[in-house]
């Protein structure tokens, strides 16, 4: 059974800090890797997709990456700014199956 | 880019009575809808999936009875909480692929569900 831990399990820092989310999975037979972003009482908002042949993705001042052999993906924000504070989610695709970590809350403070 | 509407956003309820979740596909056909359960501060949790046509599928723990789920149309998936009690008080929220496995999947806005 697949399972996806996230550390840390929440992160302060103050604007304009480049910051580090990590992502850990059991199980390297995936399809692909998902980060998603939630907002307090909202849905999941896609960040970036990283298929299981694709080493990395950039969108912006997001860049994730994906070893799939070692089980890790990192989601990296670069100068981070208080819109960014929210719940991060990694989610692990396999075969007919989306599992997801527990999250990194973030707070980024002006 | 691929959109899932879930409506309603916030709901309360009494003991008892059923509530009713939708969640449409907007610009593509939704063959497949997954259904999640979130308690506060915790990740999502898999209730079931649901196929266009054809029965959904519950995961392990969840009671088919209580939440009826109906996927009529390639455009629409409804969650029906049935008999509803306030430990049934959570965040629902749907998801669909919008072209299998290599695009990833878009999830609706979450419905928040009170029930008093």
């Known amino acids: 059974k697949q399972e996806v831990t996230q550390i840390p399990a929440a992160l302060s820092v103050p604007e304009g800090e480049n910051l580090v989310l990590n992502c850990s999975f059991t199980?390297?037979?995936?399809?692909?890797l998902q980060w998603f972003r939630q907002d307090p009482g909202k849905g999941l908002t896609s960040l970036l997709l990283i298929q299981s042949s694709q080493r990395e993705q950039t969108s912006g001042r997001l860049n994730a990456s994906l070893d799939k052999s070692s089980g890790r993906s990192t989601l990296y924000i670069a100068a981070s700014q208080p819109g960014d504070s929210a719940t991060y989610l990694c989610?692990?695709?396999?075969?007919?199956?989306?599992?997801f970590g527990k999250g990194t809350m973030l707070l980024v403070s002006p | 880019g691929a959109v899932v509407s879930q409506h309603p956003s916030r709901v309360i309820c009494k003991s008892g009575t059923s509530v009713k979740i939708e969640c449409r596909s907007l610009?593509?056909?939704?063959?497949?809808m997954f259904w999640y359960r979130q308690f506060p501060k915790q990740s999502l949790m898999l209730m079931a999936t649901?196929?266009?046509?054809?029965?959904?599928?519950?995961e392990q723990g969840v009671e088919k009875d209580k939440f009826l789920i109906n996927h009529a149309s390639l455009t629409l998936s409804t969650l029906t909480v049935t008999s509803a009690h306030p430990e049934d008080s959570s965040f629902y929220i749907c998801?669909?692929?919008?072209?299998?496995?290599?695009?990833?999947?878009?999830f609706g806005s979450g419905t928040r569900l009170t029930v008093v």
């Open positions: 989610a692990v695709s396999g075969y007919s199956t989306l599992t």
């Open positions: 199980d390297s037979a995936i399809y692909n």
């Open positions: 610009d593509f056909q939704a063959t497949t």
């Open positions: 649901s196929n266009e046509g054809s029965k959904a599928t519950y």
């Open positions: 998801s669909s692929g919008t072209g299998g496995l290599d695009y990833g999947y878009t």
